[in-house]
């Protein structure tokens, strides 16, 4: 049973060498095994900050609070430490890394966070099958990381390293920007199998409520001003796709 621990979480993002703001201004969230919540909330408000921060990210400094992983500090870890203790994050921008190859990469991966290298021919097998429930077509194994990817192919990527890594704990950061219809059902799919397989809690950052036609969530929190506004059960996102984020927007500025 792993749980999920984000308390009085407060961060900055470094503007520059000397500039900085402060984006968190006290995050407490607890999310079990199996569980997905989803983090709503409109542009400025602080969700992706959280998702970077709480990866490790060198542009955000958490400046008060914890976050804990069954009970262990990650703050107090690496990068890699913390994607070895169950952490993931699927960036909502992935980056191109030209010259490495998609199955050196996710074997270097996979060998990092399982501890040891898995066999060639068994990875190999494992590596083809998982893309082709993701609709990746095998000769993407050999292409560069994300080189001369689409968008969509390139949150089909990131959610093959989800399925591959078997994290304990996923953030996803708008996964389902940029998607049809057709990659919003095959990403959802991987997000679901992965879920399913490893008991994974999942921490859900979107604007939209259509990604949870697919993916159901079994809490919605609405991020603004920097922290949790409301937190409810899946009917919150219908209210917040018939009345938008203004009150809640509103409610954060009176704090």
């Not at 400094?61 to 699927?90: C, K, P, Q």
């Not at 922290?227 to 917040?240: F, I, Q």
Request: net charge negative.
């Amino acid at each position: 049973m792993t749980k999920f621990e984000i308390r009085g979480v407060r961060a900055d993002v470094l503007i520059g060498a000397e500039k900085r703001e402060e984006i968190l201004k006290g995050v407490d969230l607890t999310i079990n095994s199996g569980e997905t919540h989803a983090i709503m909330g409109p542009n400025g408000s602080g969700k992706s900050t959280l998702a970077y921060a709480i990866a490790g990210h060198p542009r955000y400094e958490i400046t008060e609070g914890e976050v804990l992983l069954d009970g262990e500090n990650v703050l107090e870890m690496s990068v890699d430490e913390r994607a070895r203790a169950g952490l993931f994050l699927a960036m909502q921008y992935p980056v191109e890394v030209p010259g490495v190859s998609m199955s050196n990469f996710l074997r270097s991966s996979v060998t990092a966070v399982r501890g040891e290298a898995p066999k060639l021919r068994a990875f190999s097998k494992e590596l083809q099958e998982t893309m082709g429930n993701l609709s990746i077509d095998s000769s993407f194994a050999s292409r560069g990381v994300n080189e001369g990817f689409s968008g969509g192919e390139k949150k089909r990527h990131e959610i093959l390293q989800l399925e591959l890594l078997k994290p304990s704990m996923a953030i996803l950061d708008e996964t389902d920007s940029g998607l049809d219809v057709d990659a919003l059902k095959v990403v959802s799919s991987g997000i679901n199998r992965a879920r399913a397989a490893n008991d994974m809690g999942v921490m859900l950052i979107t604007h939209y409520t259509r990604v949870l036609n697919y993916i159901q969530a079994d809490y919605v929190h609405v991020f603004a001003g920097g922290r949790v506004a409301e937190s409810g059960g899946p009917e919150l996102a219908d209210t917040l796709e018939s009345e938008g984020y203004e009150r809640f927007v509103k409610a954060g500025a009176a704090k």
